[in-house]
T-cell receptor
Framework: KAGVTQTPRYLIKTRGQQVTLSCSPI?????VSWYQQTPGQGLQFLFEYFSETQRNKGNFPGRFSGRQFSNSRSEMNVSTLELGDSALYLCASSGTQGNTEAFFGQGTRLTVV | AQSVTQPDIHITVSEGASLELRCNYS??????LFWYVQSPGQGLQLLLK??????LVQGIKGFEAEFKRSQSSFNLRKPSVHWSDAAEYFCAVGPYTGNQFYFGTGTSLTVIP
């Protein structure tokens, strides 16, 4: 079974630009979650999508958004980038709710300059 | 409120020595508990998980963890550390409202020869 695939692995963007990150979950998984990882804050939950619907959302500004497609692939978008958005963005896929764990991709390293 | 505390930010051990990484959690229901490991620039790999049953769980790479409900702890142990174990270790609890997981801030492990 293929794992969670995130693209691209690395990105460099300029302040004010917008960026889209992609995540393909494990085959059969319908839940995709996104986390932001920074040295100071650790892993912070952004949002979760399940069957194309946002099921849960963390405490991030509206500049952070996402969506999920019918094949469970998910995209995350950050608009009007700020320097503080520089982070490793991790995607995790999970099976049905309960008695399960999150399987993580290798992440997308976003640097905002 | 749900939270995970890893009191040790950084630990250094000698190769061949034993290891214990601490994790305390706060969770409103019966917790599902996890330990993940992260190598530099990589995603998170699941080491082990506790859902129910035997409170001592075995994981990959020779790791084990013990769930102690009375102490709200889920400490990770390894009898003999190898240089390749140097990495960041995260304790997590969940899932909560869907597939949201709460992570500790991580413990960085250095292994010296």
């Amino acid at each position: 079974k293929a794992g969670v695939t995130q693209t691209p692995r690395y990105l460099i963007k300029t302040r004010g630009q917008q960026v889209t990150l992609s995540c393909s979950p494990i085959s059969g998984h319908r839940s995709v979650s996104w986390y932001q990882q920074t040295p100071g804050q650790g892993l912070q939950f952004l949002f979760e999508y399940f069957s194309e619907t946002q099921r849960n959302k963390g405490n991030f500004p509206g500049r952070f958004s996402g969506r999920q497609f019918s094949n469970s692939r998910s995209e995350m978008n950050v608009s009007t980038l700020e320097l503080g958005d520089s982070a490793l963005y991790l995607c995790a896929s999970s099976g049905t709710q309960g008695n399960t764990e999150a399987f993580f991709g290798q992440g997308t390293r976003l640097t905002v300059v | 409120a749900q939270s995970v505390t890893q009191p040790d930010i950084h630990i250094t051990v000698s190769e061949g020595a034993s290891l214990e990484l601490r994790c305390n959690y706060s969770y409103g229901a019966t917790p599902y508990l996890f330990w993940y490991v992260q190598s530099p620039g990589q995603g998170l790999q699941l080491l082990l998980k506790y859902f129910s049953g035997d409170t001592l769980v075995q994981g990959i790479k020779g790791f084990e963890a013990e769930f102690k409900r009375s102490q709200s702890s889920f400490n990770l142990r390894k009898p003999s550390v190898h240089w390749s174990d140097a990495a960041e270790y995260f304790c997590a609890v969940g899932p909560y409202t869907g597939n949201q997981f709460y992570f500790g801030t991580g413990t960085s492990l250095t292994v010296i020869p």
